[in-house]
C-alpha cells in the first residue's frame, strides 16, 4: 500500500509539472501576441484572437491575426522541433552535449537549403515540402559523417564526437559561405539574416509543413522510447535485454535530422535550443524519455516563443535574430557541461 501511495504521489508530481509547462505555453504565446512595437491590451488581444476584425479593432485584429500570431506559432513549432531533435541526438550518443548545431547538422540543413536556393528551388512562393526535403537531405547527409567519423569501435566517445561535430559543421558552413558568393546581390542580405536565425510570419501552408514533421518526430521517438532507456545502460547491456540498438539509432537518427531540416529551412540556423531544453527537461522529470518527449516539446516551444520576444523587444531601434539570443543563453550552459564532465574522458 505504501508503495502503490508512492507511485501515486510521483504520478501527481508529474502531472502537476506537465500542467505547470501548458499553463506557461500558453501565457508565452499570448504574450508574444500581445507584446511589440505596437502594445496591445488583453481584452484586445483576445478580442481579435476569438472574433477577429471588427468596426475599430480592425487594425488590432491585423496585427494579431497576421502577424504576431503566425510568428509566435512558427518560433513555438521550430523551438519544439529543435528540442526534440536534440533528445533524439543526445539519447542515440548518450551524450548531453550533443545537439543538432554543435553536431554540424544544423550547418548541413543550412547547406541543402542554400542548395535549393541556387536551383532556384527556395523562396517567399516556393513550396515548403521541397525546401524541407532539401534540407532534411543536408541535415541527414552532415548526421552521416558526424556518426561515420565518431564512430570507434561501436562506440560515440564524447571528445571524438564533438570534435567531428566541428568539422563537419565547418565545413559545410565554408560550403554556405561559398554558395552566398554565387546567390544574386539583391538576396544576400535576407539570406545572412536568415542565417543567424530569424523568424517571421508564415505562412498556412509552412506551418502545416512543420506540425506535419513534428508529429512524425515525435510518434517516432515516443515509440522507440522505451528502447532508447535501455540503450542507455550502454549497447552490450541493451542487446542482452533484446534490443535492437543499431535499428533504434537509426530510427531516431532520421527523424531528428528530419525535424531540424524543417525547423532550418522555416527559421534559419537556431542554435543551442536542442542543448538547453532537453537539459532543462531532465533536471525536473528525470531521465525517463518517455517524459522527456512531450517535455521537451512543451518547454522547446516555450522558450523560442520567448527568446523570439526577447530578440523582437530588447533593442528599440531594431530587430535581433532570433539565434543571437540563444545563443547568448546556450553558450554558457555547453561551458559548464562540457567543464563537468571533463573528468570522464581524456583527453
Known amino acids: 500500500m505504501r508503495a502503490r501511495t508512492e507511485g501515486q504521489g510521483i504520478g501527481i508530481s508529474r502531472r502537476a509539472v ?201 510518434v517516432a521517438l515516443l515509440r522507440e522510447a522505451p528502447r532508447l532507456n535501455v540503450l542507455a545502460l550502454g549497447e552490450e547491456q541493451a542487446l542482452q535485454l533484446g534490443v535492437e540498438a543499431e535499428r533504434v539509432k537509426r530510427v531516431v537518427f532520421v527523424a531528428a535530422s528530419l525535424i531540424t531540416g524543417a525547423a532550418i529551412s522555416a527559421a534559419g540556423s537556431i542554435g543551442f535550443v536542442g542543448l538547453i531544453v532537453p537539459h532543462a527537461a531532465r533536471l525536473l522529470l528525470g531521465p525517463d524519455n518517455r517524459n522527456l518527449v512531450p517535455m521537451s516539446v512543451l518547454l522547446g516551444a516555450a522558450f523560442l516563443i520567448l527568446a523570439d520576444l526577447g530578440a523582437r523587444t530588447v533593442a528599440v531601434a531594431t530587430e535581433l535574430p532570433v539565434g543571437v539570443i540563444t545563443s547568448f543563453c546556450g553558450a554558457p550552459l555547453f561551458v559548464y557541461l562540457l567543464r563537468r564532465r571533463r573528468g570522464a574522458e581524456s583527453w
Open 18 to 218: 506537465f500542467l505547470w509547462m501548458g499553463a506557461l505555453l500558453l501565457a508565452s504565446l499570448f504574450l508574444s501576441v500581445m507584446v511589440g512595437s505596437v502594445p496591445i491590451k488583453p481584452q484586445e488581444a483576445i478580442r481579435a484572437l476569438v472574433k477577429g476584425g471588427a468596426g475599430p479593432d480592425d487594425a488590432v485584429a491585423t496585427i494579431v491575426r497576421k502577424i504576431r500570431l503566425p510568428r509566435a506559432l512558427l518560433a513555438g513549432i521550430v523551438g519544439a522541433c529543435l528540442s526534440l531533435a536534440g533528445l533524439g541526438f543526445q539519447a542515440i550518443s548518450r551524450n548531453p552535449l550533443a545537439d543538432p548545431s554543435i553536431l554540424g547538422v544544423s550547418s548541413g540543413a543550412s547547406f541543402g537549403l542554400m542548395v535549393a536556393m541556387l536551383l532556384g528551388v527556395a523562396g517567399p512562393m516556393s513550396n515548403p515540402v521541397l525546401t524541407t526535403l532539401f534540407a532534411f537531405a543536408g541535415a541527414l547527409l552532415a548526421a552521416a559523417l558526424v556518426y561515420a567519423i565518431a564512430r570507434v569501435d561501436g562506440r560515440l566517445p564524447m571528445t571524438t564526437l564533438l570534435l567531428s561535430g566541428v568539422i563537419v559543421g565547418l565545413f559545410f558552413t565554408s560550403c554556405v559561405m561559398l554558395a552566398t558568393v554565387l546567390l544574386a546581390a539583391a538576396e544576400l542580405q535576407g539570406v545572412v539574416f536568415w542565417l543567424m536565425g530569424n523568424l517571421g510570419p508564415a505562412s498556412t501552408g509552412s506551418l502545416g509543413v512543420l506540425a506535419v514533421v513534428l508529429g512524425i518526430g515525435v
